[in-house]
């Protein structure tokens, strides 16, 4: 067998190797592969730890060229292929954005039988097509997965429904949560997201509001300010101004207390309806606690609009002292200070 790079024997077995790559991997990639190709040459088969500490090193460095020909061997190699290690190697290529890899991978998974993909591989993978906007490949992913016996779970129909949301397939996205509940799955706090920012999206606002008036009775948990905030934005992004207001008034009902991200999120927008009474409501919950939970501009915005629209005194009035009680110096629009 050919001498090793310094001058030793070669090392005989493919544990003494897999120790050698281990601690080059963290600092020499090139030898790493220097140490593939000797035990090669010598005549060793690597085994799965060898090909796993490869592709982590390649995967750490972000050398997915080099990851890409990685697999190519290992696909080359034509040996029975472990589960749980090629299991190991999707979910790292799909983490790391080699998506196409990591279905060649999946493919030949099941040409050459063995353990069959587990749900948790599906998912990184249904995942990592969503992020794609491929939601076409996503979903048969998903009829496949189903055809290998895995049931879907909370978390993968959430990620399709991410996949609805960008694609605007409110259709599926419905039949999808759908069949979640025809199969006994309790939907998650994600998944109200998930089909609130869909619903937002295909401007179907009606059915958002309620979705979640009926949350708590129909699963049990109460909606959050997450919740209720992004029915508003969904309202807002088509400027039904008036739905969004119905979905903070329902929250109030609810008595879920508004947060700072909520309040940034509507004040403007009744700015823009001119609904001076909801504005200063808004206004004065944000700044409750003696300082602003809004950006100032936020508020010496709806000032000078207010005032530009010649808004009752009433409103106005209640506005400036919200502002001046929470230290929110007054200025005016282009930035001069307020007499």
């Known amino acids: ?48 730890i060898t090909w796993g500490t490869l592709l982590d090193a390649c995967l750490v460095d972000r050398q997915l060229d080099t990851a890409a020909k990685l697999i190519d061997m290992l696909l080359a190699d034509g040996r029975p292929m472990d589960g749980t290690m090629c299991a190991l190697f999707i979910k790292g290529l799909a983490r790391a954005g080699c ?18 993909p587990d749900l948790v591989t599906y998912t990184y993978l249904i995942k990592a097509l969503v992020d794609r906007h491929e939601l076409d490949g996503a979903m048969m992913l998903l009829e496949e997965m189903r055809r290998a016996g895995h049931k879907s779970d909370d978390i993968v129909i959430t990620h399709l429904l991410e996949g609805c949301r960008h694609a605007c397939n409110h259709q599926l996205g419905k039949r999808l949560f ?17 089909m609130l920012k869909l619903h937002g999206r295909c401007g179907a606002h009606a059915e958002a509001f309620e979705m979640v008036q009926g949350w708590e009775k129909a699963h049990g948990t109460k909606p959050s300010v997450i919740h209720y905030t992004c029915l508003m934005s969904g309202c807002i992004r088509t400027r039904s101004f008036a739905q969004a207001w119905a979905a903070y008034e329902l929250m109030c009902q609810n008595g879920v207390e508004p947060d700072a991200m909520m309040l940034s999120t509507l004040l403007p927008a009744m700015v823009s309806a001119q609904r001076w009474d909801a504005v200063a409501e808004l206004a004065a919950k944000a700044t409750a606690n003696g300082r602003s939970a ?24 209640s506005l400036r002292a919200c502002m001046q009680a929470a230290g929110v110096a007054v200025t005016a629009r282009q930035g001069a200070r307020e007499p």
């Open 294 to 317: 809004v950006p100032a501009e936020h508020l010496n915005s709806a000032l000078a609009q207010m005032k530009a629209a010649g808004s009752h005194g009433r409103h106005l009035e």
């Open 178 to 194: 759908a069949e979640l509940l025809r199969d006994g799955i309790k939907p998650s706090e994600f998944t109200l997201v998930s």
């Open 1 to 48: 067998p050919r001498a090793a790079a310094n001058g030793r024997k070669p090392l005989a077995d493919v544990v003494s190797y897999n120790t050698i790559i281990k601690g080059f991997a963290r600092s020499n990639l090139q030898q790493c592969f220097q140490c593939l190709q000797e035990m090669t040459s010598n005549g060793i088969d690597p085994d799965d």
């Open 99 to 116: 998506v196409d890899k990591a279905l060649e991978l999946l493919g030949a998974m099941r040409r050459r039988g063995g353990a069959c």
